[in-house]
């Protein structure tokens, strides 16, 4: 029973272990890109709508509140396309598509 225990901790800390070096993947990611992108544009993040590997790094789809309004439904959001290096830097970034909150998807 004790011999379970000390498997179980040493695969928990091999969990731990395992998550602290994928430290600098998609969620390290998305935080730098929306903190980066809230930094240039003076406009709040609103989540984020995708994240992948590319070559270079990483590509994040940034959502943000560009114009609050009453009722909130008609507020302006845009996503933005974050292109950041391996180490989670800024390389570029550009709005991709502007919409209404309310709006469906096409």
């Given at each position: ?16 272990g395992h998550r602290a070096k ?44 560009e114009v609050p309004r009453i ?9 933005y396309e974050v292109q950041l ?22």
């Amino acid at each position: 029973m004790a011999e379970q225990r000390r498997t179980e901790a040493g695969s928990t800390k091999t969990a731990t272990g395992h998550r602290a070096k994928s430290a600098r993947g998609p969620e390290h990611a998305a935080r730098a890109a929306c903190q980066s992108l809230e930094g240039l544009i003076c406009h709040p993040a609103e989540g984020v709508s995708a994240v992948r590997r590319s070559d270079d790094g990483w590509c994040v789809v940034v959502d943000v509140l560009e114009v609050p309004r009453i009722p909130d439904t008609t507020s302006l959001l845009a996503s933005y396309e974050v292109q950041l290096d391996r180490a989670g830097e800024l390389l570029e970034y550009r709005r991709v598509r502007r919409y209404r909150r309310g709006a469906a998807d096409e």
